[in-house]
């Protein structure tokens, strides 16, 4: 027992920069565009499955690619300078399918049988729920109600969330990676290669550029690789979703998109709004919140930073909300919420760095106003960023679960709630999962935007380990289980002065915090 030598840390030790310190600017520029391309996966995978059912030719995909890109660059600037702070990407979320699936096939929107007169009129209606659903999560944060709640987490409660916030992607790794083994599984051989064990490898000038780099060698050297077995005719004659998932030439994206697309505010219209819409969308800004709040506390500690205060986390979830109402306002046919994959980058890099993701926001909003050159980036296969999910989500897991080094792991009551919380959280939205057909779910009675609420809450499981955890954690030998549960170390992180390093990491900026104190 005496070899045993791992006393709890508050912070990461082996990242080289955290939130404040950044590297040299020519690294920054390039470790901006690394976080670009890993955007670049739900960016293009969520329009490419909505468009076309919605009505929309490959022109249509193009320009909600772009859209999408744009408003995903300027919420991660607000996020960035004025919610949390984090070094956190804030982009399109596979959590709002479910309620835009259930405005797809509204009887009113199927019966139009023009398909682009379709199109324009679902997206006119997933932006007026987008726009209402919006509200609910501003109110909810800058009410600072999200704050208040947050006192009943704990680091018992948090690992089963934060870990789910990762380990719940599982459909996005494997499963996708699966649709074309031949270049998503060396693509996964690689970044674990080049990553971990060549890490120490300096090419150039003593650099680490495996470490740093090793997400963009390698989906240019897959990418590159991908394109030969394309012009090669490796798949020609091949079923189309063999195509769909492996050849570089599919996605019609560089042929459709435009040179110069400059996205504005109601570009497809006015929006229309309809009660039932509303109401289904509100699940999916819940649902964004529970995964938001999980996504920051992991990227808390990827950044050697202190777990965000209460008030910085409504902070966040307030200006979340405006990010929901800026994609109803410009019709990016999703809402917004933290991208997983992206807080995974930072711990693959060991670079926290905040002024790494502003930059790689500008790299967003540069690519998708010049349409063609992003359009190039956006045709990467996806089974190339399914290889690269399966490294980052599982990243993002880990960091879940060393939460539960400051827990006391030797009770039976932290093994239970730990326990039912994990299995709980995969297994009942893989049973609703296992239901859905792109239409309809388990819960299917007479009224739509109600199956929609609760598939899309008992399909999300962050949200499900969330309600297990915090529900059992709170309400199981509560008083006697304090130190058990890691609150003696937690609780000091509730309020802003409750930790010195906390102005340091999270105070606004332009000299802010005279005009919106932290409470």
């Not at 499955?49 to 320009?63: I, Y």
């Not at 409660?157 to 996005?172: K, S």
């Not at 599984?185 to 495996?210: D, G």
């Amino acid at each position: 027992m005496g070899d045993i030598t791992h006393p709890p840390m508050e912070q990461l030790q082996d990242l080289e920069y955290c939130i404040d310190s950044n590297p040299p600017w020519p690294e920054i520029i390039v470790l901006a565009f690394q976080n670009y391309i890993v955007v670049l996966g739900t960016s293009v995978m969520i329009p490419t499955m909505l468009v076309p059912v919605m009505g929309g030719s490959d022109e249509d995909k193009a320009r909600v690619v772009q859209t999408l890109l744009f408003v995903a660059g300027f919420n991660t600037l607000l996020q960035s300078l004025f919610g949390t702070r984090l070094p956190t990407v804030v982009g399109g979320s596979l959590t709002y399918v479910i309620p835009i699936a259930y405005i797809i096939n509204d009887s009113s929107l199927q019966q139009i049988e023009d398909p682009h007169s379709r199109f324009i009129h679902t997206m006119r209606a997933i932006q007026g729920a987008l726009i209402v659903a919006s509200s609910i999560q501003i109110i909810i944060g800058y009410s600072q109600v999200w704050g208040l709640f947050s006192r009943f987490f704990s680091p018992l409660g948090m690992a089963p969330v934060v870990g789910l916030v990762g380990l719940g992607l599982f459909q996005q790794g494997f499963p996708a990676l699966g649709n074309c083994v031949e270049i998503g599984l060396p693509m996964l051989f690689l970044v674990v290669t080049l990553s971990q064990y060549m890490k120490h490898v300096k090419i150039v000038r003593e650099f680490p550029i495996f470490e740093r780099f090793s997400v963009l060698v390698c989906v240019i050297i897959i990418w590159i690789y991908s394109l030969i077995l394309t012009a090669s005719g490796a798949y020609r004659g091949k079923p189309i979703t063999t195509q769909l998932s492996c050849r570089t030439d599919k996605s019609n994206l560089v042929s459709s998109a435009p040179w110069f697309m400059f996205p504005y505010p109601l570009q497809w219209g006015p929006p229309t709004f309809t009660a039932g819409h509303c109401f289904a969308m509100m699940s999916a800004v819940f649902v964004s919140m529970v995964e938001s709040t999980g996504a920051y506390k992991a990227a808390a500690r990827l950044a050697i930073a202190t777990p965000p205060p209460a008030y910085v986390l409504s902070r966040g979830i307030g200006w979340q909300g405006i990010g929901v109402l800026i994609d109803g306002l410009f019709g990016t046919c999703s809402g917004s919420t933290v991208s997983v994959e992206n807080v995974g980058l930072l711990g693959l890099t060991r670079v926290g760095s905040r002024r790494v993701v502003q930059i790689s926001a500008a790299f967003m909003i540069f690519f998708s106003i010049f349409g063609k050159f992003g359009a190039v980036f956006a045709s990467i296969p996806f089974p190339i960023f399914a290889g690269l999910y399966c490294v980052l989500f599982g990243l993002v897991g880990s960091v879940g679960l060393s939460f539960l080094q400051f827990t006391n792991m030797n009770s039976m009551r932290n093994l239970f709630i730990t326990g039912i919380s994990l299995f709980l959280g995969i297994s009942i939205p893989q049973f609703f999962s296992e239901y859905w057909n792109g239409r309809r779910g388990l819960v299917h009675t007479h009224a739509g935007w109600f199956n929609a609420f609760l598939n899309t809450i008992f399909m999300s499981p962050p949200t499900i380990a969330l309600i297990v955890a915090v529900f059992l954690d709170n309400t199981l030998d509560v008083e006697k289980s304090k130190k058990d549960r890691g609150m003696p170390w937690w609780v000091k992180f509730r309020t802003f002065k409750g930790d010195n390093r906390n102005e340091e990491f999270y105070t606004l900026p332009f000299n802010l915090n005279r005009f919106f104190p932290p409470t």
